[in-house]
Antibody
Framework: QVALKESGPVLVKPTETLTLTCAVS??????????VSWIRQPPGKALQWLAH???????FHSTSLKSRVTISKDTSKSQVVLTMTNMDPVDTATYYC????????????WGQGTLVTVSS | SYELTQPPSVSVSPGQTASITCSGD??????ASWYQQKAGQSPLLVIY???KRPSGIPERFSGSNSGNTATLTIRGTQAMDEADYYC?????????FGTGTKVTVL
């Protein structure tokens, strides 16, 4: 069955670069029509979309974070990677990856999320 | 940038109907989705394309989308429906989530 699982550091220091990995199973990142997004949620706050990579490697980023966020994928490893530079305490959040069809507008599958705390 | 606005909270008695609105410019021209998020859990898709229910979602969940407003309706609300609910759409190759609504079943 379809599954996504996020992994990465639990704690990062201000100004450091965060790298998170989303390992997917039950589908291939090579599949035409399936893409993966990164979405985060600060404690007690709303969901915030960060970036998306489509099946044909098109990449879309949040306009407010575009200069800090990079999304990429390794289809051989079934992984989608998010990097975010210059981390700040306000970036403390649970980070989720989620699957979306290229022609769809919704997220049918989500990972469990990983909490990242930014603190010195 | 595009924004979606939801009421912060909605209270409902067990067995009654809860309605949650999501407002955005010409939202009715876009696909609206709704997610349920219980405490400590990942979001769960409950409505997509404005009114469709994924497999396994109870029939008491329904949706509509017209004009500037999408609405999620929960009929015969149960205690297990107590959660945060988020609307979501896409605009200019950007996913947008609503501000979120906490549904309390009193």
């Amino acid at each position: 069955q379809v599954a996504l699982k996020e992994s990465g550091p639990v704690l990062v220091k201000p100004t450091e670069t965060l790298t998170l990995t989303c390992a997917v199973s039950g589908f291939s990142l090579n599949n035409a029509g399936l893409g993966v997004s990164w979405i985060r949620q600060p404690p007690g706050k709303a969901l915030q979309w960060l970036a998306h990579i489509s099946s044909n490697d098109e990449r879309f980023h949040s306009t407010s974070l575009k200069s800090r966020v990079t999304i990429s994928k390794d289809t051989s490893k079934s992984q989608v990677v998010l990097t975010m530079t210059n981390m700040d305490p306000v970036d403390t959040a649970t980070y989720y990856c989620a699957r979306k069809g290229d022609s769809a507008a919704w997220y049918g599958y989500w990972g469990q999320g990983t909490l990242v705390t930014v603190s010195s | 940038s595009y924004e979606l606005t939801q009421p912060p909270s909605v209270s409902v008695s067990p067995g009654q109907t809860a309605s949650i609105t999501c407002s955005g410019d010409r939202l009715g021209d876009k696909y609206a989705s709704w997610y349920q998020q219980k405490a400590g859990q990942s979001p769960l898709l409950v409505i997509y394309q404005g009114y469709k229910r994924p497999s396994g979602i109870p029939e008491r969940f329904s949706g509509s989308n017209s004009g500037n407003t999408a609405t999620l309706t929960i009929r015969g609300t149960q205690a297990m429906d107590e959660a945060d609910y988020y609307c979501q759409t896409w605009d200019s190759n950007t996913a947008v989530f609503g501000t979120g609504t906490k549904v309390t079943v009193l």
